[in-house]
């Protein structure tokens, strides 16, 4: 069973930072791997899939990265900005090609 | 295109009592999901279905039905509500592989 973890729990940083966030995953047979935002009180909003031949993906300030030997993704946000401001979420398949499993969350802060 | 729509945005509802969840979208995908979402649990998949006919359980069903008769429609039922099934409900959607869309979700309260 797919285990997803994302360390820290929270981040707080002044904007113009770039920062990395974190999420690690347990079945390196991963095909691929999910970041998604989570403003308070909304939905979530698919920021970017990497496929498991693709080592990046990019998207505006945003690149994850995904590293399937280490059972690692990363998150790169580049001049963080307060509207970055919210929960940013990794998901991968777990067993059944059809079940994400999703980690608990990093929320982010950007300070003015 | 509306993308994934869910009804109601919140229901409070007593012990006992049944209701269901709506889930609608028009982007023709064939893999519908529902999800609750719990303060220090995270997201939980619930049921899914990769077709119209074709569901299946996921990490916590108990309490729950489903039904998949068209490709746009993918209801969630409870068929005797307890407080422990006070969460939020996302339903998601998506393409073979592809980015799952969620819809708003349903904020639901049993007391």
């Known amino acids: 069973k797919q285990e997803v973890t994302q360390i820290p729990a929270a981040l707080s940083v002044p904007e113009g930072e770039n920062l990395v966030l974190n999420c690690s995953f347990t079945?390196?047979?991963?095909?691929?791997l999910q970041w998604f935002r989570q403003d308070p009180g909304k939905g979530l909003t698919s920021l970017l899939l990497i496929q498991s031949s693709q080592r990046e993906q990019t998207s505006g300030r945003l690149n994850a990265s995904l590293d399937k030997s280490s059972g690692r993704s990363t998150l790169y946000i580049a001049a963080s900005q307060p509207g970055d401001s919210a929960t940013y979420l990794c998901?991968?398949?777990?067993?059944?090609?059809?079940?994400?499993?999703f980690g608990s969350g990093t929320q982010l802060t950007v300070l003015p | 295109n509306a993308g994934v729509t869910q009804t109601p945005k919140f229901q409070v509802l007593k012990t006992g009592q049944s209701m269901t969840l709506q889930c609608a979208q028009d982007?023709?995908?064939?893999?519908m999901s529902w999800y609750r979402q719990d303060p220090g649990m995270g997201l939980r998949l619930i049921h899914y279905s990769v077709g119209a006919g074709i569901t299946d359980q996921g990490e916590v069903p108990n309490g729950y039905n489903v039904s998949r008769s068209t490709t746009e429609d993918f209801p969630l039922r409870l068929l005797s509500a307890a407080p422990s099934q006070t969460s939020v409900y996302f339903c998601a959607s998506s393409y073979v592989r592809r980015f799952l869309v969620f819809g708003p979700g349903t904020r639901l309260t049993v007391l």
């Open positions: 982007m023709n995908h064939e893999y």
């Open positions: 079945d390196s047979a991963i095909y691929n």
């Open positions: 998901a991968g398949p777990s067993g059944s090609a059809r079940q994400l499993t």
